[in-house]
T-cell receptor
């Protein structure tokens, strides 16, 4: 069975500082990885997916199959980045389509 | 488009009571999902549906039932509420398995 681990429940940085939210996964096949974000009083929404290889709101994430990681990075954090971030994995085979979520990391960016 | 809507936003239940959490989407998505979000535990899939009349269990289905009579609606039923079902419930939908899942605003349920 697949598993997603986000080791930090809480992460605090100051505005303008770099930020990295860690995500590690365990899955024997080729996964599809996602980052979802939930801003205060808003619904959960997709931030980015690894197959797109795009930067959204200044965030990037690279899938490292050797380290089984998909860390989310931003070089200069902004106050509006404060939110709950979830890493998620979609497996193949019979589990295709189902998302497995990590525990989530609450990011707080201080002014 | 309203996207995915859920009602109610918040509900308090007594142990043993029953209730239905409503979920509706107006995006003509075939696939719909129910998740529960427990503190520090992330989201776990309860049930999902690949189309009207077709549902299947997710990771944590015990204590819940679902039905899918239309493409738009995917209600989640709690028959005998237990304190362990205190959680935030999210409904989501997607056009297909491989597409982005769109989430509703959530229903906060407290069972006392």
């Amino acid at each position: 069975a697949q598993r997603v681990t986000q080791p930090e429940k809480l992460l605090s940085v100051f505005k303008g500082a770099p930020v990295e939210l860690k995500c590690n996964y365990s899955y024997s096949g080729s996964p599809e990885l996602f980052w979802y974000v939930q801003y205060s009083r808003q619904r959960l929404q997709l931030l980015l997916r690894h197959i797109s290889r795009e930067s959204i709101k200044g965030f990037t994430a690279d899938l490292n199959k050797g380290e089984t990681s998909f860390h989310l990075k931003k070089p200069f954090a902004q106050e509006e980045d404060s939110a709950m971030y979830y890493c998620a994995l979609r497996a193949g085979g019979t589990s295709y389509g189902k998302l497995t979520f990590g525990q989530g990391t609450i990011l707080t960016v201080h002014p | 488009n309203a996207g995915v809507t859920q009602t109610p936003k918040f509900r308090i239940l007594k142990i043993g009571q029953s209730m239905t959490l409503q979920c509706t989407q107006d995006m003509n998505h075939n696939y719909m999902y129910w998740y529960r979000q427990d503190p520090g535990m992330g989201l776990k899939l309860i049930y999902y549906s690949v189309g009207a009349g077709i549902t299947d269990k997710g990771e944590v289905p015990n204590g819940y039932n679902v039905s899918r009579s239309t493409t738009e609606d995917f209600p989640l039923r709690l028959e005998l509420a237990a304190p362990s079902q205190t959680s935030v419930y999210f409904c989501a939908s997607s056009y297909s398995w491989g597409e982005t899942q769109y989430f509703g605003p959530g229903t906060r349920l407290l069972v006392l």
